[in-house]
């Protein structure tokens, strides 16, 4: 049994803008469109060349953020972030980017992304003196950076980011610098863009699109974007490892209308719901998808299965992921609060339900029911990922492997304790396929842990060291 990580699950959302006038406002509509990366924080911090100015705050980022806020953030250079914790790891302390002063200036700093090695790097710094305002793991960063002999940002960084482990997109803004970098195995996605002379940089391209910037490139695996009075530079930290970009981007997180690395979110989806569709075929009258992340996978399922989609199941839309809710109990009147079944779609019929993915199975469990419930003849579960067997060290909620449902029973016991009449999982040879990324890589360059138990870095064991994971 692999053990548990408390106190700094990750999801995330980063924006930054460098160079514009309205440089707060793209920031704020940025993290707009990432959200779905994070409701339980959202800050943004600017300069306007001489210092900081921060605001941030626990929850959406339409209640961080009240009418005037925008206002008293000026400056040309932004940086952003929306923030993703699970219950009791909240608060304002917590919430990014962070911001630290010290004799030599100020610096601002976001983070996606988990890092497996902060609770032996944390014990150390505090060994030898370091005291801690925070409770996350990208504050670790700023304690490195600290300790580099250098005075110079870039150095600092180039000396301080080789020590972390794990997943990380970070960005760090001074007064008159901003410099963003991805973790070597690029297990977070990481896009820059153009707005006229303007840069910006995001977590998802979905941002570009709402502000009007044309994507660039993705951010290398290793590689540092360093934004400066005298341009635009690119410099590594590290050698680029084996890529491993986290496979749940495209089956779950993602926005549809985000591309990774120049793969389309939507048609991933839709392609896994094909995948699926040839290998758990199934004698049917109807297919639907949980709504909103599965919508495409079963479009997928459907056109390949020649059945027709229908909307079987309606969501509710002024309800937070069920996620969020702290307890199981909790959490299953979430799943209830958040979507029906739709009599007139489902009655006497069988039904092909599409999800996404099981975790703790909460959310099929109550799907089953409610489609049973308004008459459905027959249900058959249909995951377009396989079975999630171990939990992320990288930042994505999938739980302990206590709580993951496949990690405890067969397919069968979940088929039973669901009260479905079939239910298949996408295999691990569909999911590299469906995704469709470069199949000359090993793994096709994403991260396939959960699934496998095969972990692109080492892992921590139960005294947070860290253990080799075959791949390191
Ligand atoms: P569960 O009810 O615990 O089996 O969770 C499965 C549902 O949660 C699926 O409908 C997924 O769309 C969604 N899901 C999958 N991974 C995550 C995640 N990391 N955070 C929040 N929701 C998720
Ligand atoms: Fe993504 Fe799973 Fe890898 Fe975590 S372990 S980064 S959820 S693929």
């Not at 911090?45 to 959406?60: A, I, P």
């Not at 339409?62 to 972030?81: M, N, S, V, W, Y």
């Amino acid at each position: 049994m692999f053990p548990e990580i408390k106190g700094m699950n990750e999801e995330c959302g980063i924006f930054a803008i460098w160079e514009h006038p309205e440089a707060a406002q793209l920031t704020y509509y940025g993290l707009h469109s990432l959200q779905h990366r994070g409701q339980e924080g959202a800050g943004i911090v600017t300069s306007d060349g001489e210092e900081l100015h921060v605001h941030k705050n626990t929850g959406l980022l339409t209640e961080a953020f009240q009418a005037g806020d925008l206002d008293r953030l000026p400056g040309r250079q932004a940086l952003g972030h929306v923030r993703y914790a699970t219950a009791g790891k909240g608060g304002y302390d917590n919430v990014q980017p962070l911001h630290f002063k010290s004799e030599d200036g100020s610096l601002a700093m976001a983070h996606n992304g988990n890092l497996v090695n902060y609770q032996g790097l944390k014990s150390e710094l505090e060994r030898t003196g370091s005291i801690f305002q925070t409770t996350t793991d990208t504050e670790i960063l700023a304690h490195l950076m600290k300790r580099q002999a250098s005075d110079q940002l870039r150095e600092q960084l180039k000396g301080a980011l080789p020590e972390l482990v794990g997943a990380y997109s970070f960005a760090v803004m001074t007064e008159d610098e901003l410099i963003v970098a991805l973790d070597p195995h690029g297990l977070r996605p990481l896009s820059l863009g153009r707005l006229g002379n303007a840069y910006a940089v995001a977590s998802e391209t979905c941002a570009f699109d709402l502000i009007g910037a044309e994507y660039v490139r993705d951010v290398e695996p290793g590689e540092m974007l360093i934004f400066n009075r005298d341009g635009v530079f690119s410099e590594r930290f590290m050698g680029t490892k084996e890529r491993a970009l986290c496979s749940m981007e495209y089956v779950y997180l993602a926005r549809p209308d985000s591309n990774l690395e120049q793969i389309n979110v939507h048609t991933a989806r839709k392609r896994l719901g094909k995948r699926l569709a040839i290998e758990a075929d199934v004698d049917a009258d109807v297919v639907t998808g949980v709504p909103d992340s599965s919508i495409s996978a079963a479009i997928g399922f459907a056109e390949q299965a020649k059945l027709p989609y229908e909307l079987g199941l309606i969501k509710n839309r002024y309800v937070g992921r069920t996620f969020i809710q702290p307890s199981q109990a909790l959490r299953e009147q979430g799943v209830k609060m958040k979507l029906s079944a739709v009599r007139g779609v489902v009655e006497g019929k069988r039904v092909v339900m599409v999800d996404d993915s099981i975790v703790r199975g909460t959310t099929s469990q109550r799907i089953v029911q409610l489609l049973k419930d308004a008459g459905a003849a027959e249900v058959h579960v249909r995951i377009s990922a396989p079975p999630i067997i171990r939990p992320c060290f990288y930042g994505i909620d999938t739980s302990t492997s206590d709580e993951l449902i496949a990690a405890n029973y067969t397919t069968e016991q979940m088929r039973e304790k669901m009260g479905a009449d079939s239910l298949r999982f996408l295999s691990v040879d569909g999911l590299k396929a469906g995704i469709g990324r470069d199949a000359s890589q090993p793994n096709c360059g994403q991260c396939l842990g959960c699934f496998t138990g095969q972990y692109p870095t080492a892992i921590p064991n139960e005294k947070n060291a860290l253990v080799g994971s075959g791949k390191g």
